[in-house]
């Protein structure tokens, strides 16, 4: 007989074993756990959360779930995942973490789905959920440690009307401020992030500079063992800012702590899915947003 109950870090090896499986079949793209780490890491980084395992007669994990609220009356739902498919222990697991979800307040569920998994954006379909056209497909991608690839600074490219120094990146400072969210709403116009919420997130923040100005930005949320927001100024492309700051940033966290680390980027993002992999990024999941909104 199976049942469910509240996953415990015991249970971390056998669902970090589910996850595996599923990751590396390019199926679902959240959660993509590899590791014990990266569930550790990931559970450990998420608020308003609560994940469930189904356990099998004899005690066996043999599917995971769970959620996490965003904030905006929305559920980030994480599976299910399942070891052996076609008992629907996947469906009673995804309708009881929708259930635990609405009850804490969430008017919406979303899933990541394998662009190549059909069976489970048909099954998605039948739990009532709906591809999210206004939300773009995604490249989930991770590097490991070991797997960086260092690059030269580049100088050229464009023709400068000065002369161009190599970039310097720095961690970010309170001066920085005004920089970083101009920076950010030219390169990502839709983001809502205020300029209070950015003065938060500046200790997680690195910017490159370029002849003695800020030209370039990334976010590193160590917690979550994630890369956000990278974006270089329109003029001072080409001269390497994005690859000396995704490098600093990896080594940074690699420094804290070696593992994975992982970024989400446009698939549609050529140039920047071509920098990601160049530098070593290239465990990936193509992944599409579904949405099922309550009522």
Known sequence: MTTIRSMTPADYPAVAAIAADAAHGALVGR???ESVNDVAAEIAALDNREFIVAEDGSGVIVGVAGYALNGEGEAAVYGPLVAVEGHGIG???AGRVEA????????????????GNRSGSAWAEWRGYQRDQEHPELLLMWVHPGELVEVRPEVGGIVAVRPVAAPVVRPAHD???????AL????????????????ALLPTCLVAEL???VRGMIRLDAAA???????????ARHHGLGKALVAASVRQFWAQRPGRLGLAVRLENAAAVALFRGLGFRREIAVARWLKREG
């Open 31 to 33: 959660p993509a756990w």
């Open 91 to 93: 469906a009673w697991l």
């Open 100 to 115: 635990m979800a609405r009850q804490h307040g969430a008017e919406a569920c979303s899933m990541l789905i394998g662009l």
């Open 175 to 181: 001066g920085d401020l005004d920089v970083i969210v």
């Open 184 to 199: 950010t709403q030219d390169c990502f116009p839709t983001q809502r992030i205020s300029q209070e919420e950015w003065a």
């Open 211 to 213: 002849n003695g100005e």
């Open 225 to 235: 063992a994630s890369l956000h927001d990278l974006c270089v100024a329109q003029d």
